[in-house]
């Protein structure tokens, strides 16, 4: 079965860096390359940013640029999105997800809850 | 506000058809691929259509997509009570970035 694992939910202090990560299981991980979104509360889905995990490219949505690191351990087949000054504004719903060659996505990570909160 | 623009809200009643729209902003989508999600309640998005017009395994056939132009269509017919969740679509612009919908909530009144 194919799947993504994702870490479990966080609070964090604004200023504080913080990873998340998530584990692919049940396919080739360094042949698809591994999306990130964010969801907020009564928000769509925005689009973060992808890594290919055969040689760490990655490309980032301009509104995520230089707030957040995307990488990868492709020894543990393991993708990461990091933050190393949290924002209150951070706070939401992270999901990663595997990309088709084609541009759809799936399967999906079950999500990482980040809260963000002094 | 998203690139892709589709109706916040449509709503059915059960048995009815719904189609939901997914309309690009400009001419960057012209040759990608579009895909929908549906977000249950509580759950992940899930994959029910990719490459405009094709089902994964185990999604039933109520469920039709389709592409024109820079924009792309879902449909359910004989909607159930079961289908009410949110629906995005999704693509690539031709600077290979991703992007979604703003989403749909279905209703099934």
């Known amino acids: 079965d194919v799947q993504l694992l994702q870490s479990g939910a966080v609070v964090k202090k604004p200023g504080e860096s913080l990873r998340i990560s998530c584990k692919g299981s049940g396919y080739s991980f360094a042949n698809y390359w591994i999306s990130w979104v964010r969801h907020m509360p009564g928000k769509g889905l925005e689009w973060m940013g992808r890594i290919d995990p055969s040689d760490s490219f990655t490309r980032y949505s301009p509104s995520f640029e230089g707030h957040v690191t995307i990488s990868v351990d492709k020894s543990i087949d393991t993708a990461y999105l990091h933050w190393s000054s949290l924002k209150a504004p951070d706070t939401g719903l992270y999901y990663c997800?595997?990309?088709?060659?084609?541009?759809?996505?799936?399967?999906w990570g079950q999500g990482t809850l980040v809260t963000v909160s002094s | 506000q998203s690139v892709l623009t589709q109706p916040p809200s449509v709503s059915a009643a059960p048995g009815q058809k719904v189609t939901i729209s997914c309309s690009g902003s400009?001419?960057?989508?012209?040759?990608?691929?579009f895909s929908w999600y549906q977000q249950l309640p509580g759950a992940a998005p899930k994959l029910i259509m990719y490459e405009n017009d094709k089902r994964p395994s185990g999604i039933p056939d109520r469920f039709s997509g389709s592409k024109s132009g820079t924009s792309a269509t879902l449909v359910i017919t004989g909607v159930q009570t079961g289908d009410e969740a949110d629906y995005y679509c999704g693509t690539w612009d031709s600077s290979l970035s991703d992007v979604f919908g703003g989403g749909t909530k279905l209703t099934v009144l």
């Open positions: 400009n001419s960057k989508f012209g040759d990608s691929y």
């Open positions: 997800m595997r990309r088709s060659e084609r541009g759809w996505f799936d399967p």
